[in-house]
């Protein structure tokens, strides 16, 4: 049977959330969906996902269909069907810490102050899981809320579609070569 890898992209399902910048995860999904011809949009699990083969493995792609606090179900829920080790899992998501256009990955890591990682560690028990942070740029702590689900300015949006793109390159990385290579070339790149 082939290796599965489990990829997901963190986002907010309803229609009016679908520009924002904490949307970028979906994002993301949506550009490897182009790129190996996965259609993402069969409901299981509380989310959208999509299976396909790529360079020997079994790539699933989810977006939870659920709230950006609630992420955590949907991608526990998989991990235990697929009886996935936690080093096949690769969560994408935004981040504030980061400047817009620049993506940083991680091995594991706490959730810092993003809701969606937060569940997610907490239904998995764990926070030791693979994850693709894209920036999005900093805003006062008081102005999180509204920044994260607001539409990236004019400006702002080359450098958020070329971090998608990057990101969409880093996660192709991941699924063949494995994540000291994705880490080493991504992370790097940016320095």
Known sequence: MAEVRLVVGLG???PEYA???HNLGFKVI???DDRLGIEVGRRKFGARIGEGPYEGKKVILMKPWKYMNCSGEPVATAVGF?????GDLMVVTDDR???????RIRAKGS???HNGLADIVEKLGTNEFARCRVGIGQCPSALAVRYVLGRPEPEEKPLLNQAILRARD????????GLEKMMNEFNRMQE
């Open 30 to 32: 949506e550009a490897l």
């Open 12 to 14: 907010n399902p309803d």
């Open 111 to 113: 959730a810092g102050g």
């Open 19 to 21: 520009e924002t910048r």
């Open 82 to 86: 697929y009886k996935l080790d936690l």
């Open 97 to 103: 810490a980061l400047e817009p256009g620049t993506i």
């Open 170 to 177: 880093a996660v192709l990385c991941w699924l063949e070569f």
